[in-house]
């Protein structure tokens, strides 16, 4: 089988490993001289991903930890996380990567932008034309391709920047995640530290917005000495419902395969690329097997996007849940979290049954939200 991926960042790179691990011979376009610059995002996985990803993750592995701090304006909740966040260097990790593939006998063809594309899987790249059994569309959120054969996603992402700065002592090993519409109006912010360093970030429709949030950020951490920013849009669903036609498949940004709380990509991507391998080692039909594994990880994205959705745009019910969670001492209840699906924690508190009373708690301060919530997580 020859497959062509277009777009060598994280989700180009990860099919394209699957895909080789599959049997299949890949050549990887991607229009830049290099992969992996500059960074996007914060780079924070669970062990889970770095397994799924393999060498390339372990290879670049920055920093560790153990659980998550939820913030809201005048309380918190911190959750101990299985197996632990990690953070990862994503210019390396996306090195190490290519060097994993070429190492595998992918054709590698830098500087090289793809302009056109067929649902017969044929394309066109520095006007020459080549035809391949499958075509991986990794392109990327302001891709064109995709659009051209109305698949994949449309929607409006935000933005999310991250800032790092010099000083981070600290040997807590703890993530802070922090809901404050003062900060970040429809996201959330977050604060970490690594190496003597120390990052916060946000995220936001309006640019205007969200550098007003990260300067609060900084004033009331008493930060000064700026090593460097970095960002960009943060896909946050839903899944397209359409990422497969003919021979082309749609994967990353350019899908929508992203969690919705978060925006993080790399987890169903890696997801998708191992259903892949499973679903073609049973049926032998590599685009079935392609086609199949997107539909899976996008339905389950859709899913969780619908409590998301309600969570991100209720800055009320974020204060309440957290507020009744910390008055209960909910940490203490509801043992570890699965970073690879961050609205657990809103499950745990509202729907568990030994935890009936945070659920009455909840309902009782904000019935109107909670009960959509709850409809939600009922239909899901």
Request: aromatic share 8%.
């Amino acid at each position: 089988m020859e497959v062509a991926v277009v777009g060598g960042g994280f989700s180009g790179l990860i099919f394209t490993l699957k895909l080789i691990e599959a049997g299949a011979n890949v050549t990887l376009y991607e229009e830049h001289n290099r992969v992996g610059y500059p960074p996007h995002c914060t780079g924070l996985v669970s062990s889970r991903v770095v397994s799924l990803i393999g060498g390339p993750a372990f290879k670049s592995i920055i920093s560790r930890y153990d659980s998550i701090i939820f913030a809201g304006k005048n309380s918190s909740i911190r959750a101990k996380i299985k197996g632990g966040i990690y953070k990862l260097d994503r210019v390396k990790l996306e090195e190490y990567m290519l060097e994993e593939a070429l190492s595998r006998g992918v054709k590698i063809k830098l500087n090289t932008r793809v302009s056109r594309v067929s649902l017969k899987g044929l394309i066109e790249a520095n006007n020459s034309i080549a035809r391949y059994d499958a075509v991986i569309l990794a392109e990327g959120y302001r891709g064109l391709l995709r659009k051209s054969l109305n698949i994949g996603f449309n929607g409006t992402p935000i933005y999310g920047v991250n800032i790092e700065y010099e000083g981070f002592t600290s040997d807590d090993k703890t993530v802070k995640v922090i809901f404050d519409d003062k900060l970040s109006g429809d996201f959330f912010s977050w604060i970490l530290g690594f190496n003597e360093t120390i990052l916060i970030g946000s995220g936001s429709e309006d640019p205007a917005y969200l550098r007003m949030g990260l300067a609060r950020l900084e004033k009331m951490l008493g930060l000064s000495k700026k090593i460097r920013a970095y960002g960009g849009p943060v896909i946050l669903g839903p899944a397209s419902l359409r990422l497969s036609s003919g021979k082309i498949h749609v994967v990353g940004d350019a899908g929508g395969l992203n969690k919705p709380l978060t925006g993080g990509g790399l987890y169903p991507n890696s997801l998708a690329g191992e259903l892949i391998l499973k679903l073609y080692r049973e049926t032998g039909d590599l685009n079935k097997a392609i086609e199949t594994a997107l539909r899976i990880v996008a339905s389950k994205l859709r899913k969780q996007y619908r409590i998301a959705r309600l969570i991100l745009r209720n800055p009320r019910l974020q204060e309440t849940l957290i507020s009744v969670g910390s008055e209960l001492k909910i940490d203490e209840k509801i043992g570890e979290l699965d970073f690879d699906n961050h609205e657990e924690i809103i499950t745990k508190i509202v729907m568990n049954p030994s935890l009936i009373r945070a659920g009455v708690n909840v309902l009782f301060r904000d019935p109107i939200a909670v009960i959509k919530m709850l409809s939600r997580l009922l239909i899901s």
